[in-house]
């Protein structure tokens, strides 16, 4: 089993930004893959950005293309998405996400978190 907590959720203006965080505790050699996703009010959830753990390939929404960017720090078992210039159709709950295998924007992730709420105002 993986747990995930994710962090850093907040209400922001349009054009801020914000620096969320999923901290991985457990069997985290089943994280290969270490994706968010994103799921609005009224909307399916979606991909927003993955990241291969091992050697750091990065996989990115063409929606979020530029503004947004994944990272991790193995040492500390901890994923981040820095979301920058942040429009209100960003507003979203922000969830971590984790595999073994598979492709990394596929939504059938094995572990999830419970979720981060990012707000942006207009």
């Known amino acids: 089993q993986v747990q995930l907590v994710e962090s850093g959720g907040g209400l922001v203006q349009a054009g801020g930004s914000l620096r969320l965080s999923c901290a991985a505790s457990?069997?985290?050699?089943?994280?290969?893959?270490m994706g968010w996703f994103r799921q609005a009010p009224g909307k399916e959830r979606e991909f927003v950005a993955a990241?291969?753990?091992?050697?750091?390939?990065?996989y990115y929404a063409d929606s979020v293309k530029g503004r947004f960017t994944i990272s991790r720090d193995n040492g500390e078992n901890t994923v981040y998405l820095q979301v920058n210039s942040l429009k209100p159709e960003d507003t979203a709950v922000y969830y971590c996400?984790?595999?073994?295998?598979?492709?990394?924007?596929?939504?059938?992730?094995?572990?999830w978190g419970q979720g981060t709420q990012v707000t942006v105002s207009s």
């Open positions: 990241i291969r753990r091992s050697v750091g390939n990065t």
């Open positions: 457990g069997r985290t050699f089943l994280s290969y893959y």
């Open positions: 996400a984790s595999r073994l295998a598979g492709v990394p924007y596929a939504s059938d992730y094995d572990y």
